[in-house]
């Protein structure tokens, strides 16, 4: 079971370093994003970092920190990902001048993006429940060992 939560460490670290490489290269040191966006930008890569961190090194946490450092990333991400100015799920061309088949395209875009944003926040949220603590389960409760005096 051991080697299962550091496999899954692994991988959750490995995404979460994707989507801090797609954070940082969107915030484009050469150009300056706009007031608003920038903010953002940077507190999705802090997001996603101090989510990284608890994931790698702070393992047996069972403080709500990673429990915020989750859902402020999930925040992040899902702002990241539909209404960035470079975001992964918004469809950003057509390839047809057919408005019929543009229509089609974008539905079927929308349905693949909802799909793939859906697991990939199931993804980040499982990191929550699946921790060495949490796969031990909960300490065993005094009850059956109380003396009950008359």
């Given at each position: 079971m051991k080697n299962i939560v550091l496999a899954y460490r692994f991988l959750y670290a490995v995404v979460m370093l994707v989507f801090l490489?797609?954070?940082?290269?969107?915030?484009?040191?050469?150009?300056?994003?706009?007031?608003?966006?920038?903010?953002?930008?940077?507190?999705s890569a802090v997001a996603n970092f101090g989510l990284l961190l608890f994931v790698i090194v702070f393992p047996k946490r069972r403080t709500t920190t990673?429990?915020?450092?989750?859902?402020?990333?999930?925040?992040?991400?899902?702002?990241?990902?539909?209404?960035?100015?470079?975001?992964?799920?918004?469809?950003?061309?057509?390839?047809?001048?057919?408005?019929?088949?543009?229509?089609?395209?974008?539905?079927?875009?929308?349905?693949?993006?909802?799909?793939?944003?859906?697991?990939?926040?199931?993804?980040?949220?499982s990191v929550i429940f699946v921790s060495k603590d949490r796969l031990r389960g909960l300490p065993e409760s005094n009850m059956g060992n109380r003396k009950v005096s008359v």
């Open positions: 490489a797609n954070i940082v290269k969107a915030i484009h040191f050469d150009m300056i994003p706009s007031k608003v966006e920038a903010p953002l930008l940077i507190l990673p429990f915020l450092a989750c859902f402020l990333w999930l925040g992040c991400f899902t702002w990241f990902a539909w209404w960035s100015s470079v975001s992964p799920f918004r469809m950003h061309e057509f390839h047809s001048f057919d408005p019929r088949q543009d229509m089609l395209e974008a539905h079927q875009h929308v349905l693949i993006s909802a799909t793939i944003f859906a697991l990939l926040c199931i993804w980040f949220i």
